[in-house]
């Protein structure tokens, strides 16, 4: 495009496709002082949008966010249109129709002939190539992704994606727009799931994979990420929120789009729950059951011995000063008990009588006892902080002894968790999922798709987790998270569990440095 280009608020705004989606970007726009003119194929649909929106902004000045002015106003900058021609004035266009490539690119087409040479094109997908959109444009170069979340008034975070002909200055002026319209944009390449769809996919996946092998039940793992991981929900609740269909879809098409990567194999559990037609809470049963009578089954958790372990104060050592041991012997002092403190020699955090505790390393604790000549070995997970976590996930080596294993969660209980006892899984849950989501975000940065700072904040933003995978990496050690990778992937020789090169390179660099 020949001129600078840049969208103030006093151009037009059009969209596309009045659903939630495009209604709520109609919200967004119409908010920060655009004319939105909004057109749907539908009858009706683009005025009923407007009605829905000028009722959610009303609803605003009832809890007082907005003043009734500024509502009002608001209001009477939306405006319904019958033709696709009436969007001749616009300067922005944010198509957010049905995802169907053919319907997407037959739009843009028709609208080449309808708005102004300087009028950019935007698409709200979520999974389709931009690239592929724009490529049947005589002028693909002005198209690029303006990707929100739901529901788009209230989720800070928006993709702008640029397709392989998509100007530098068109994906700049989507992302100054997007941040003018109060919302925090990131750069990404039009790359299958762009970095949210894609980086989210271990989250479900491990998940899914220890509930197959038996490590946990559904509301135990759910527990283990949310009171340890500090992620605001756990993997099986979120998906029966968005809809295990939803999800399944998302999962088969990064799966495919990565040519069949086994880093992306969709879960023979969830195809299995679709295929039965339990979709979630939108059909009333998915990993729970969400019919009315039904009680929702709790975690598991260990019953409470705390007080065996008073009469043991003498054999209880914490070693080192790694997060997990400074936290558990805070957390066993505020208890009463008094423990005796010693440097560490390998990387255990705790021993009680015969038993030691370390973190998981992604080795099972059978597979670390055989190799370390401990038999009595636990295994607790990773926490997001040890400090507050309420929760703890634990697994034993099969021969560490019945009252070797009860002393140690009975330690942990008067350290103040909940225990919840897996099956000898590799990386339990919360490690084996962080480093998975690490890897990914890994993988996204060495090939170019964002940077470091932009995964971080999509993934916080735009799936409210606890902490940006890389920069919680970097607070466990790159060299950890590697490690939990190398024996993954050593206890189950598959390709899922490579590390990404970015790790490789970061780790190395570390260690020139030492």
């Not at 990404?188 to 970095?195: A, D, H, R, Y």
């Not at 909940?418 to 940065?445: C, H, K, W, Y």
């Amino acid at each position: 495009m020949a001129q600078a280009i840049s969208i103030s608020n006093k151009d037009v705004v059009a969209v596309v496709g009045t659903g939630a989606m495009g209604a709520g970007i109609a919200q967004v726009a119409a908010t920060a002082g655009h004319l939105v003119l909004l057109f749907d194929s539908r009858a009706s649909a683009a005025q009923k949008a407007v009605d829905s929106v000028a009722k959610q902004l009303r609803r605003l000045v009832d809890r007082s966010k907005m003043t009734q002015d500024q509502a009002q106003s608001a209001i009477n900058r939306l405006k319904a249109v019958a033709n696709l021609s009436d969007l001749s004035p616009s300067a922005l266009v944010v198509e957010a129709i049905v995802e169907n490539l053919e319907a997407k690119q037959t739009l843009f087409k028709s609208l080449e002939s309808i708005v102004g040479p300087n009028t950019l094109f935007a698409t709200n997908t979520s999974a389709i190539s931009v690239t592929a959109i724009g490529a049947v444009l005589d002028r693909p170069e002005r198209l690029g992704g303006l990707h929100f979340f739901n529901p788009a008034p209230l989720m800070a975070l928006v993709e702008v994606v640029s397709g392989l002909a998509t100007e530098q200055e068109v994906a700049e002026a989507l992302f100054l727009t997007a941040k003018a319209w109060g919302k925090t944009p990131v750069y990404t390449k039009s790359t299958p799931g762009f970095i949210v769809n894609r980086v989210a996919r271990p989250f479900y996946a491990e998940g899914l994979r220890v509930l197959q092998e038996g490590g946990a039940d559904v509301p135990t793992l759910d527990a283990c990420c949310t009171e340890a991981g500090g992620f605001r929900m756990g993997p099986f609740t979120l998906m029966d929120l968005i809809g295990n269909d939803v999800n399944l879809t998302v999962t088969k098409t990064v799966w495919a789009a990565f040519y069949y990567d086994q880093r992306f194999l969709p879960s023979l559990v969830q195809q299995e729950l679709v295929a039965a037609g339990y979709y979630g809470k939108k059909t009333g049963r998915g990993y729970y059951d969400y019919r009315e009578g039904v009680v929702a089954p709790k975690p598991k958790t260990e019953l409470d011995r705390s007080n065996m372990v008073t009469g043991l104060s003498q054999t209880i050592t914490v070693f080192g000063d790694s997060p997990a041991a400074e936290a558990l012997a805070s957390r066993l002092h505020h208890s009463g008990l008094l423990v005796t403190r010693q440097g560490a020699d390998d990387d255990r955090i705790a021993q009680i009588g015969k038993t030691v505790l370390y973190v998981s390393d992604g080795r099972t604790a059978t597979r670390r006892a055989a190799e370390t000549h401990q038999p009595h070995l636990v295994c607790i997970d990773l926490a997001l902080d040890y400090h507050k976590a309420t929760r703890i996930a634990v697994a034993s080596a099969l021969s560490c002894g019945h009252e070797e294993k009860t002393q140690a969660i009975a330690l942990l209980q008067k350290a103040g968790f909940a225990v919840s006892v897996f099956q000898d899984i590799p990386g339990l849950i919360v490690m084996r999922t962080v480093a998975m989501l690490a890897n990914e975000a890994a993988d996204a940065v060495y090939q170019g798709v964002c940077d470091e700072s932009a995964v971080d904040s999509a993934m916080c933003l735009g799936v409210n987790y606890p902490r940006g995978p890389l920069s919680w990496a970097r607070q466990l050690g790159l060299s950890q998270v590697r490690s939990v990778l190398v024996n993954l992937g050593h206890a189950y020789g598959e390709d899922r569990y490579r590390i990404s090169p970015w790790i490789q390179q970061q780790v190395l660099a570390e260690e020139t440095q030492l």
